[in-house]
C-alpha cells in the first residue's frame, strides 16, 4: 500500500503564506500526477494544483499567480507553496498522486486564513 501525509497546514493572516507538503510512503512505484484539492466548509471539493511526472502544472483559476505546485521525485513528495493568501483559500487541503496504476489521497491539512 501507499500512505501519504501532509504536513505544513495552519494558521495564517491575509497576506501571508504557507508552504504545504505532501510525502508518500510504502510500495512506491512510479508517480505520474501529484496534486493538491481543498474543500471548504459547506462547499463542494475543488482541484487546486496538479503537477505530472514531466512538469506539467495546472491551476485552478483562483489560485493562479499566487500558489505554486512541485514535486521533489527523490523523496516522493509534492509541496505547495501558498503565498498572498486569502479567507477565502480558509479549506482543508487534501493531497492526491496516482502511483501506478491507483490514485491515492492523503487525510488532509487544515488552512486557515483569518482577516
Known amino acids: 500500500q501507499v500512505h501519504l501525509v501532509e504536513s505544513g497546514g495552519g494558521l495564517v493572516q491575509d497576506g501571508g503564506s504557507l508552504r504545504l507538503s505532501c510525502a508518500a510512503s510504502?510500495?512506491?512505484?512510479?508517480?505520474?500526477?501529484m496534486g493538491w484539492h481543498r474543500q471548504a466548509p459547506g462547499k463542494q471539493r475543488e482541484l487546486v494544483a496538479t503537477?505530472?511526472?514531466?512538469?506539467?502544472?495546472n491551476y485552478a483559476d483562483s489560485v493562479k499567480g499566487r500558489f505554486t505546485i512541485s514535486r521533489d521525485n527523490a523523496k516522493n513528495t509534492v509541496y505547495l507553496q501558498m503565498n498572498s493568501l486569502k479567507p477565502e483559500d480558509t479549506a482543508v487541503y487534501s493531497c492526491?498522486?496516482?502511483?501506478?496504476?491507483?490514485?491515492?489521497w492523503g487525510q488532509g491539512t487544515q488552512v486557515t486564513v483569518s482577516s
Open positions: 492526491k498522486m496516482i502511483v501506478g496504476a491507483r490514485l491515492y
Open positions: 510504502g510500495s512506491i512505484e512510479t508517480i505520474y500526477t
Open positions: 503537477i505530472r511526472r514531466g512538469g506539467t502544472t
